[in-house]
């Protein structure tokens, strides 16, 4: 078997001729930083977030979920910094125009603007060869929008720039209505929104993309321990689904951590650009809830019913981009094989993952034979994604439902007339098994399991 490493090319061209990833308003030329998903798509990305939510929610007795409003108060993003701080250095070439992130233009990770300066010196231009920048200057992230129908500076909303907002503004709420001590913990999946300087490298950098965020409640004194706690397991996690080989931890530096961090580690994931971050892991301390508190003036403490101590707890967040994971899964699962004079495209998804679970496949359109298919079709559809196709050769429908990662194909021919039995292809070893009908919903339940 040959695991090949696929170039960011082909994975553009494969997600998008087999429907996983379209560029959004593509009849009108596209949208920088704005991606639609296809058919796959949306089903494998739904299946990721299903993973994690199982994870977070349903694994951990001390964890619930919300999903909180896109735009909240303004006040929200004041108290958070956003609307001070969330910004990127950012620079621009004078000869072309272009404007480039001074961070990512000089490869270093400081958002320190005179060690920027002195780097990006050092740098031409990539667009136009040229070495005449701009000063650095801060760029705000965040969307603006307009609440009601005046325009005016009172107006003025944002969309969120990360979903974990939502969650301490419902602090108070999620713990009252659960009854829930420390330390807690509060998980949502949801789009998020930043005007990024230079989207790009495909679902990587986006403009509108999606986070899922656990925010965990806990006492200063276990803050230390349950954040390495949390790296671990969410390290173990990722290995669950992608190739331990690349995965890697990276610890921020002083100049690069955000305003609120105590503690930052990242897990990064080796894309076909190189390792880059996928997920962060924070220990916030006390900013979240002190500054909410503080704008809102509603007190956001703790009582401690066995210490008898009042605090404002500290946060230990965990915050994956789905984009990016949906990313590293797709480049993680591609796999070419030779079969014979041929080579065969797999996608290798864990069955939780693959986007189709079942095709059923006649091996002719027959009418007698199609409608036996159907009744197969009917059996073991419902509960799981499973696609019926009558086109082309059988070796064609194979190839494309292996090019697609379906885990089982299940065939009807001519002898399942006679013996009410149908043949299971299994993608990986491509070994053919034969059921009989009436056995092959459990059987196909035992497998994808
Ligand atoms: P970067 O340094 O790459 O800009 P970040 O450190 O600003 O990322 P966080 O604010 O920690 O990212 O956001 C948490 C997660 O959200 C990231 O690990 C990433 O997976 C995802 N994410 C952030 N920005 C984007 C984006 N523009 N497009 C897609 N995913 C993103």
Redesign the pocket.
Known sequence: MNKSKITMEQLVSYAKRRGFVFQASEIYGGVA?MYDFGPYGVELKNNIKKLWWQEMVYINDNISGIDSAIIQSPKVWEASGHVERFS?PMVDCKSCKKRFRADKLANV?SVDIPELTKLVNKFDCPNCGGHDWTDIRQFNLLMKTFLGPLEDDNAVAYLR??TCQGIYTNFDNVRETTRAKLPFGVAQIGK?F?N?IT?GDF?????E???A?MQMFVDPESADKIFSQWKERRMKWHETILDKGNLRFREHGENER?HYAKDAW??EYNFPFGF?????I?NRGDWDLSRHSKFSGKELEYFDEESKKRFTPWVIET???????FLAVLADSYTEEQVGEETRVVMKFKPSLAPVKVAVLPLSKKPELSKLSREVFEIISGDINVEYDETQSIGKRYRRQDEIGTPLCVTVDFDSLEDNAVTVRDRDTMKQERIKIAELKSYVQSKLN
Do not use: C, N, T, W
Not at 203 to 207: K, M, N, S, T
Not at 276 to 280: A, F
């Open positions: 930083g990127d990770d720039g990360e998020a930043r990024e989207p679902l990587f950098r986006q403009r993309f999606e986070q965020e955000a990242d897990i880059k971050e996928m997920e962060g924070h915050s994956v981009g789905m984009d990016r994971l």
